[in-house]
């Protein structure tokens, strides 16, 4: 007779779980051990065992991972009974079973990390020829990005020390997102940054080592939304190419005594330490002329004023250090200086002269002081000692230095170009084709257009000269060095796209995972667009004309160049004072979406501007000349895009104008509200599929700067000459007024609908929780949000879950954000939550009483929203609307779609709908 197993036969994935044999037995497991086997269920109903070491006990734990949601297993245990008597063999039976199925886990998490070398038999082993995986092993978190860094270890013993390893992490962030088996992964090429990773090791040594020793000890983080929230347990050990045996010990590096006084030097960092004897008072930076200082220059001359009291005849030595959060660097060490009086103005003081600079660096390439430090005094009394004990200084109250493009001469010094090399590294029309000067190409081809050619073009050299010019601010020698490098990186990330705009880029088809039929292939399918299309139709042509226009392929994702090309726009609309961008109207249409053109699968964007607080929205004349001006004064001066399609190779833009059929419907082959950029002009050798992304990570690729070192650059990227850094401009556009909207209505419909509502004596309709109703929660909880779709769950939804499936499903795909009058869309917008009808009643208005010319078929989108724009008495058609919608409230009452009290309280909803001040 077997046992029973108890515990949880749907365990969360994530979750330590205990279970625990019953044998039922004569003896009662008298004298039994009892041994634990897992069997996994395979696609074809066979069981696999993965057991590896058995459980044994008769209460076990089990966890399991993401990759086991939805995976059936059984859980067999064996009863082993040692014989009564002497000499009488064991016996070992089934004692019990128990199938489980792991369901997904509630709270997101990381749930651990781990660093190993793929290609080692000993997976903890490596040199700096090797490449290490990364892997965090995530609960709840699919499609989530999480970012790695790589640290070497400091810390004596087991674990990681925070504190110690503070200065030991590598600027690189590595990126991947969670696969559906619950792994993010990535691969870290150790060679491709070997010089920065050893210097790095090399510099700071474990408490009470002498030298580095035989191996770098390296471990992983990995971090989702800034926060760490996992580290690798076991290191991996990489050679360490500089030690030798018998090597000497490393020569300790310099640093403030500890109980000296020290006196940060501005407002950025660093806590003033007071001199424990009372005698030293402030320390300040001045110039010549005696005036204070709070920021200086590379090329600027500084001394030291020095506040003290009963220090007069003695004698002191100031030391000025580059503050940094673990190790500070010793910058410039005065000789022995005799008080005079109470406030002394040291004579000599001395040049911060770029080699003086470059002594608060650690690193040649990527240190975060490459370009500005923080200074503070450390005031040293040649007369008085004190014991050695740990000191820190935290990070406010610091002088700023900036290493700045055109340092000032002093006292008769020779102004140079620091690490100029003459032209000898610079990137230039004689170097030969390479994947960088493709980069080079992509990521500035807002600056006077260009195509993704490994080849440095006579475009190339003008794009360049242009950047140089209207972003860097710089002299104009179209040629590439570290200066260049570096600021094509400063303006990717200032201009970088946000998220709310990817979000516009998607594609809003909404019959996703069903069978239908598209105008352009009219054949029935699957619809499998995910955001950007399904990349099917490569080589198929309408009415099978070669063309790029007719091209029905859906490109996997939106072009590299027209995005960068969009960063460009963005930078120029940040000095214009008359227009700003708003939007995109249209980024990715999968064929689903019913067009019958195919620029905007993955060659097209369409956006949409202001004019001050006036939006440029609806088919109006006046939109014209303004939108005109816009295409000519930015796209086509700056952007080197052309009217329409006529030459190859460039950024082309839709005609502008505003033109009806002969029916007296509206054209939409012209634009009238919005500007079209399309790249369907560039020959198909630069349409291929590696040009086209579908995310940020994709887009943006590795830093230029460390691509030019991986691909052996390494002259080129430490040759600069001068540059003033961008870093703090700030833009203000890319404001989402649809955003912006959706957070004036999001909460009046969610106070509208309230809590779970399941009352079919009131309410025919459908079991409903804040407005989500339970088709709706059926079709997206899941997609949406990763919650399964029970009526348990749906019992639970939260405000912020309805807000994410209102906006994502209803709001922006629909076409609301289009509506002008924002009391007219939440009265319409509000109506079709509680009614199926409403958009059409809404239509049939529009036709009947205000004179538009739509089709009536109960579909909200942007034609429907230009009609209800049109009408001049916005008034006139919200009352109308509110009279149509209690009406068609009385005949759903009659029709006994719901109750007299209910019908009630929908009319006072109308009512306030029309109260509300937005």
């Known amino acids: 007779m077997t046992g029973i197993i108890t515990g949880p036969q749907n365990p969360i994935v994530g979750t330590s779980n205990d279970y625990e044999i019953n044998a039922f037995n004569i003896l009662g497991g008298f004298n039994s051990s009892y041994e634990w086997h897992l069997f996994k269920k395979q696609k074809n109903s066979t069981w696999k065992d993965i057991t590896g070491t058995p459980k044994t006990g008769k209460k076990v734990s089990y966890q399991f991972g993401e990759i086991a949601t939805g995976i059936e297993f059984e859980i067999k245990v064996y009863e082993t009974q040692q014989g009564l008597l002497p000499g009488t063999p064991a016996s070992k039976k089934l004692a019990g079973t128990l199938v489980l199925i792991p369901a997904a886990g509630k709270i997101s998490k990381i749930d651990k990390v781990i660093l190993f070398n793929r290609n080692r038999k000993d997976v903890n082993k490596a040199s700096y020829r090797d490449t290490l995986t990364a892997q965090a092993h995530c609960i709840a978190m699919f499609g989530k990005?999480?970012?790695?860094?790589?640290?070497?270890?400091?810390?004596?013993?087991?674990?990681?020390?925070?504190?110690?390893?503070?200065?030991?992490?590598?600027?690189?962030?590595?990126?991947?997102?969670?696969?559906?088996?619950?792994?993010?992964?990535?691969?870290?090429?150790l060679m491709s940054d070997e010089k920065i990773l050893r210097q790095i090791a090399n510099m700071f040594l474990m408490r009470g080592s002498q030298n580095e020793g035989a191996n770098h000890e390296y471990y992983v983080t990995a971090s989702y939304y800034g926060k760490i929230q996992g580290a690798s347990k076991v290191n991996v050990d990489v050679v360490n190419p500089d030690h030798k045996s018998g090597q000497p010990p490393a020569k300790p590096r310099p640093k403030p005594k500890p109980d000296t006084p020290k006196f940060p030097a501005g407002q950025n960092g660093g806590t003033k330490q007071p001199d424990p004897k009372g005698n030293i008072l402030d320390a300040v930076f001045i110039n010549d002329s005696g005036k204070e200082l709070s920021k200086v220059s590379v090329g600027d001359k500084v001394r030291v004023r020095i506040h003290s009291k009963n220090m007069v005849g003695k004698h002191i030595q100031y030391v000025i250090w580059e503050y940094d959060t673990g190790s500070h660097d010793e910058i410039y060490r005065s000789g022995n200086i005799k008080?005079?009086?109470?406030?002394?103005?040291?004579?000599?003081?001395?040049?911060?002269?770029?080699?003086?600079?470059?002594?608060?660096?650690?690193?040649?390439?990527?240190?975060?002081?490459?370009?500005?430090?923080?200074?503070?005094?450390?005031?040293?009394?040649?007369?008085?000692?004190?014991?050695?004990?740990?000191?820190?200084?935290?990070?406010?109250?610091?002088?700023?230095?900036?290493?700045?493009?055109s340092p000032a001469v002093v006292k008769g010094e020779v102004k140079t170009s620091s690490k100029a090399c003459g032209g000898k590294y610079c990137i230039d029309k004689n170097s030969v084709p390479s994947e960088l000067i493709r980069e080079i190409n992509i990521r500035l081809a807002g600056f006077g257009g260009n195509v993704p050619t490994d080849k440095f073009t006579d475009k190339t050299e003008k794009m360049i000269k242009q950047f140089q010019k209207d972003y860097m601010k710089v002299?104009?020698?179209?040629?590439?060095?570290?200066?260049?490098?570096?600021?094509?990186?400063?303006?990717?990330?200032?201009?970088?796209?946000?998220?709310?705009?990817?979000?516009?880029?998607?594609?809003?088809?909404?019959?996703?995972?069903?069978?239908?039929?598209?105008?352009?292939?009219?054949?029935?399918?699957?619809?499998?667009?995910?955001?950007?299309?399904?990349?099917?139709?490569?080589?198929?042509?309408?009415?099978?004309?070669?063309?790029?226009?007719?091209?029905?392929?859906?490109y996997p994702g939106i072009h590299r160049s027209l995005l960068f090309g969009f960063k460009a726009l963005q930078f120029y609309f940040s000095k214009n004072e008359t227009y700003k961008i708003d939007s995109f109207s249209s980024g990715y249409r999968c064929r689903f979406k019913n067009y019958l053109t195919?620029?905007?699968?993955?060659?097209?964007?369409?956006?949409?501007?202001?004019?001050?607080?006036?939006?440029?929205?609806?088919?109006?004349?006046?939109?014209?000349?303004?939108?005109?001006?816009?295409?000519?004064?930015?796209?086509?001066?700056?952007?080197?895009?052309?009217?329409e399609w006529p030459n190859p190779n460039l950024f082309s833009i839709e005609p502008i104008d505003l033109l009806y059929d002969k029916n007296g419907n509206l054209r939409y082959d012209h634009t009238f509200s919005w500007i079209h950029m399309d790249v369907r002009k560039f020959d198909s050798v630069y349409l291929q599929d590696k040009y086209f992304c579908k995310n940020s990570i994709n887009l943006n690729g590795k830093s230029i700067a460390q691509l030019a070192v991986e691909l052996g650059y390494t002259n080129t990227c430490i040759c600069y000459e001068t540059y003033q850094s961008q870093q703090n401009k700030q833009i203000t556009t890319n404001s989402d007024p649809c955003e912006d909207k959706f957070k004036k209505i999001a909460p009046i419909i969610l106070k509208h609908e309230g809590g779970y509502k399941n009352e079919p004596s009131k309410d025919k309709g459908d079991p409903t929780n804040r407005g989500i109703s339970w088709p709706v929660w059926k079709k997206y909880a899941k997609e949406d949000l990763g919650v399964e779709p029970t009526q348990e769950n749906q019992k639970k939804i939260t405000e912020e879950q309805a807000t994410i499936i209102y906006r994502k499903r209803y709001w922006e795909p629909k076409g609301y954000c289009e509506i002008s009058n924002l009391k007219i869309a939440l009265m319409i917008y509000d109506w079709t939550i509680t009614s199926g009808?409403?958009?059409?009643?809404?239509?049939?208005?529009?036709?009947?009483?205000?004179?538009?010319?739509?089709?009536?078929?109960?579909?909200?989108?942007?034609?429907?929203?230009?009609?209800?724009?049109?009408?001049?008495?916005?008034?006139?058609?919200?009352?109308?609307?509110?009279?149509i919608r209690k009406a068609y409230y009385d005949y759903g009452a009659s029709e006994k779609w719901f109750s007299e009290d209910y019908l009630n309280g929908l009319k006072i909803r109308v009512d306030k709908c029309l109260n509300y001040q937005l």
């Open 339 to 405: 008080i005079p009086a109470d406030v002394c103005d040291t004579t000599s003081g001395f040049v911060i002269t770029k080699s003086v600079f470059d002594k608060g660096k650690d690193l040649p390439i990527g240190d975060p002081d490459a370009h500005e430090q923080n200074y503070f005094i450390e005031i040293i009394s040649i007369d008085f000692s004190a014991e050695s004990k740990r000191f820190g200084v935290d990070s406010d109250g610091l002088m700023e230095v900036e290493n700045v493009r």
């Open 145 to 189: 990005e999480i970012e790695f860094q790589l640290w070497e270890d400091d810390a004596a013993g087991k674990g990681h020390d925070p504190a110690v390893n503070k200065n030991n992490r590598q600027n690189k962030v590595y990126k991947a997102r969670v696969n559906e088996k619950g792994i993010a992964e990535v691969r870290i090429s």
């Open 837 to 883: 009808g409403a958009i059409k009643e809404v239509q049939k208005l529009l036709v009947s009483e205000f004179g538009q010319s739509i089709t009536i078929d109960g579909g909200m989108g942007q034609e429907t929203a230009n009609a209800l724009n049109q009408p001049e008495d916005q008034e006139k058609l919200l009352k109308r609307i509110s009279e």
């Open 598 to 643: 195919t620029n905007h699968q993955g060659k097209a964007i369409d956006i949409q501007f202001s004019k001050g607080k006036w939006q440029i929205r609806g088919p109006q004349k006046k939109n014209l000349a303004e939108l005109r001006n816009i295409r000519d004064s930015i796209f086509i001066k700056y952007l080197g895009a052309q009217k």
């Open 475 to 554: 002299s104009e020698t179209g040629k590439v060095c570290g200066n260049v490098l570096r600021a094509i990186d400063e303006f990717s990330k200032n201009f970088d796209i946000n998220t709310a705009l990817w979000n516009q880029l998607k594609c809003s088809c909404t019959t996703k995972n069903k069978k239908v039929k598209s105008k352009i292939r009219r054949i029935e399918e699957i619809n499998n667009c995910k955001d950007f299309g399904d990349n099917t139709g490569q080589g198929m042509y309408k009415k099978n004309v070669q063309d790029e226009a007719f091209h029905m392929y859906e």
